[in-house]
């Protein structure tokens, strides 16, 4: 597989760079960063502070210790929007083959978890405004800018 960027920015990979000419090739830790800052740049796009996050429990393993996630949100035309992919690509969590994410751990909510991960590496130095309040106090922090509720 190749990472292929295309003059607009889009980050993808192929396995036929051949047919796409006008696009730049990347190596493979080069197409990964530029992959990354593409979907966290698409994500900030489609998702403002303060904005809900919905979870999908897709499945838990017989152990309790995984669970597979997936994320939702509503956007401007009030249309349900799977945003998996490009959390998976925004973050460290990882696909799974059956869909959703991959969450490791027990012992909290492990939607929260994800979701809190996912708006802390889109705002990694807060947001430009303060978006609800922790403790008494103004918070801008990334992590809990987002809020999450499960369906």
């Known amino acids: 597989m190749k990472y292929m960027q295309t003059p ?6 192929t396995e036929h760079p051949e ?3 006008d696009c730049q090739t990347l190596t493979a830790s080069a197409g990964k960063e530029a992959r990354k800052q593409y979907a966290r740049k698409m994500l900030r796009s489609m998702l403002t502070p303060g904005q809900t996050v919905h979870c999908v429990l897709r499945s838990k393993s017989a152990s309790g210790m995984s669970r597979r996630i997936s994320l939702f949100i509503v956007d401007s035309d009030c249309e349900l929007r799977n945003i998996d992919n490009l959390t998976a690509d925004a ?7 059956k869909g959703g994410l991959v969450v490791t751990g027990c012992g909290m909510d492990m939607g929260f978890h994800l979701v809190y991960s996912l708006g802390y590496a889109l705002w990694p130095n807060g947001t430009p405004e303060p978006h609800g309040q922790r403790n ?8 809990y800018a987002l809020k999450s509720t499960w369906v």
């Open 91 to 97: 973050t460290v969590f990882k696909h799974s083959d």
């Open 8 to 13: 607009s920015g889009e980050v993808f990979t």
């Open 19 to 21: 047919y796409h000419k």
């Open 136 to 143: 008494g106090e103004h918070d801008s922090s990334g992590g």
